[in-house]
């Protein structure tokens, strides 16, 4: 019998935060007046509920955030972080990293699929001792006028890059927290939510999926 696979979600299931989010955030108040231009869209990207604005919105922030940074500079600030929050209590949930590892003690293939970037994600799961086998994650390259998404794998992406890694959803059971997650969801064996709200719940039960509880 092949061994179990199971895909972990970052944000919110492995962490109790967006890792990504509060990264920017932090570059931002680095440089104050760059969050001059990002309060409108703040504004308006907290009370929206169109995730297409929510997440074409975070990507303008990020921009703006990594502005005139190169790639070894931003590599260096996104793994510095990824270890502070692997070492914070806080940050973690150590009932996912308790249960990951048990998973993995049992044979299970594990595999992560975050939006958040690559190499922050990397540091954090290191840090955090959370083995793993495969991490699918959002990349970022380097331009003329800073860093920019290349790759930013959210929603029907995250699903995508990891049918291109060769990861057999149909047989998978897939752990996240977040709606944006459907259409990995759609894909997997089976579906298991941890940190989710009660509304997420509900918005997966309405879109005809029952997730298993947690074991």
Known sequence: M????????????????DTFTLFTAGQLCRRPLRLIPTVPVTVRRFFSRDEEYRRTSGLVIARIALRG?????????????????????????????????????????????????????AALLETAGVPYDLLSATEFTESPTGMEVADH??????????????????????VTDSFTDLPTAREAESVVLIGASARTLRQFRDAGIQPLPEQ
């Open 153 to 174: 794998r959210l929603s029907e992406r995250k699903a995508e890059a990891l049918r291109e890694l060769g990861v057999d959803l149909a047989h998978a059971e897939f």
């Open 2 to 17: 092949p061994a179990p696979v199971i895909v972990y979600d970052l944000d919110g299931v492995i962490t109790t935060r």
């Open 69 to 121: 940074l190169d790639d070894d500079t931003f590599a260096r600030h996104v793994t510095d972080f990824g270890r502070r929050v692997g070492h914070s209590r806080a940050w973690i949930r150590s009932s996912t990293v308790d249960r990951i590892r048990r998973q993995k003690e049992q044979g299970a293939t594990i595999v992560i699929a975050t939006a958040t970037e690559r190499r922050l994600a």
